[in-house]
């Protein structure tokens, strides 16, 4: 496994960028909102179309991401587990797919629902949680692009079984 053709990864790494990127994008999206209730706009208006960009954009994106990002990293020399900001990205999207589609999906239905009958608490939430879940995927972002870190020791291959298919990923 782990080797696809250039043509096939540069398809699999655009699809990577635009479910995850598309995903930062929700977030901002529903951060916007949480910030204009607060700010006076109609939480009748505002909490509706929150849950609507929750549950048919952000929830199933978030799985989207993390099936592609899982994906990528198996089908391409980074591995999931060998390189360290690879796994970081890993655990922060799990970590994220589990409170999007467990806590906040369920408390934008709610907030929808109850409109500007929402309580004061539950509104600071609904700008808390996207602005710590954008604060992540800023972070999964970074770490994309400079990949710092290095392999994990439990994964570095002794001198004898490094293969040159490692020694061209070390280079990437
Ligand atoms: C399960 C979670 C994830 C895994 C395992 C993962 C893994 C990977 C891997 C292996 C690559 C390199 C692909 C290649 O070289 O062809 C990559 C690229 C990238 N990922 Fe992820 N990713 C995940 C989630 C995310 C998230 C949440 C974001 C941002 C919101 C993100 C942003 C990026 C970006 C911007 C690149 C392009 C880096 C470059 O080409 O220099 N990824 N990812």
Excluded: E
Aim: proline share 7%; aromatic share 6%.
């Amino acid at each position: 496994m782990r080797r696809i053709p250039p043509t096939a990864r540069k398809a699999l790494l655009t699809l990577h960028l635009v479910t995850s990127l598309g995903w930062l994008g929700a977030d901002l999206t529903l951060l916007t909102l949480g910030v204009a209730a607060q700010r006076g706009a109609d939480p009748a208006a505002v909490y509706p179309v929150a849950a609507l960009i929750g549950t048919v954009l952000f929830a199933p994106l978030s799985v989207l991401v993390w099936l592609i990002g899982v994906v990528s990293a198996l089908l391409t020399p980074w591995g999931l587990l060998r390189y360290r900001w690879v796994l970081v990205k890993l655990v922060i999207t799990t970590v994220m797919v589990g409170l999007v589609l467990f806590l906040l999906t369920p408390n934008l239905r709610h907030a929808g629902a109850l409109g500007a009958a929402l309580p004061a608490r539950d509104r600071a939430d609904l700008v808390i949680a996207p602005a710590v879940s954008t604060g992540l995927l800023i972070i999964a972002t970074v770490l994309s692009t400079y990949k710092p870190w290095g392999r994990r020791p439990a994964a570095r291959p002794t001198v004898a079984s490094r293969t040159s298919r490692d020694r061209a990923t070390t280079r990437m």
